[in-house]
């Protein structure tokens, strides 16, 4: 299997997919990049194989690993996740509707799209710091008051709203959990798209080269 990054070859004979996938993205970090796409003979491989690849070439004669500078790759993800938390508000809305009219099971999916798509926001600030130059704690956010907070408080205020939501879950007290809905978390949704947007800000300001641990 011949296995290229970008355009150029790789020195390696890989006996799997595996490990031709492990060796582009250690070449790719290594200058710097971040792998965006794979094509296996021309084609963006089956998600299959990503997801688990196989311990052989699968009948593959060329993978081509496609990378990126990872800034504008974050940036780009950042700026996605502002629009999906408005996205959340709409979503926390229509389930307080439901909830606080005694339409629990209506409102259940709203919910579950809310809190799926803040677990999605949750990973790609997690993904943003591992992979760029960001310490999304540390960014600092300007607020509507003239004042600034750090990420830290973003991060950190969703941790306890997230907790009520929780516990309310457990108890299935769906009273406190639109109050929760509706009041704390519709808040955090609304500074998340601010803290977002300064993260993706910072990473504007900053370097393109991956982060050194």
Do not use: N
């Not at 307080?96 to 209506?106: C, P, W």
């Not at 997690?126 to 960001?134: E, Q, W």
């Not at 704690?137 to 969703?158: C, E, H």
């Amino acid at each position: 299997m011949k296995v290229l990054l970008d355009e150029t070859p790789l020195e390696i004979t890989p006996a799997s997919v595996a490990e031709a996938l492990i060796a582009g993205r250690d070449a790719a970090e290594a200058a710097g990049r971040l792998v965006i796409e794979v094509h296996a003979d021309g084609s963006p491989i089956d998600a299959a194989l990503l997801d688990e690849p196989p311990a052989d070439t699968a009948g593959i004669l060329e993978l081509k690993m496609i990378s990126t500078p990872p800034g504008p790759f974050i940036r780009t993800t950042l700026l996605d996740a502002a629009d999906l938390l408005e996205q959340i508000r709409i979503a926390q809305t229509e389930a307080v509707k439901q909830f606080q009219t005694g339409h629990i099971e209506d409102g259940v999916p709203s919910l579950q799209h809310a809190l799926g798509s803040w677990t999605l926001v949750r990973d790609v600030v997690d993904k943003a710091a591992s992979l760029g130059t960001i310490e999304p704690s540390a960014v600092i956010v300007p607020t509507a008051d003239g004042s600034t907070r750090t990420g830290a408080t973003y991060i950190d205020g969703l941790a306890r709203d997230f907790d009520t939501v929780r516990i309310a879950l457990e108890k299935q007290d769906f009273t406190a959990l639109a109050d929760c809905l509706e009041g704390d978390l519709d808040t955090q949704a609304a500074h998340w798209i601010d803290f977002v947007k300064a993260l993706a800000d910072s990473v504007t300001a900053g370097d393109d080269t991956p982060r050194q641990d």
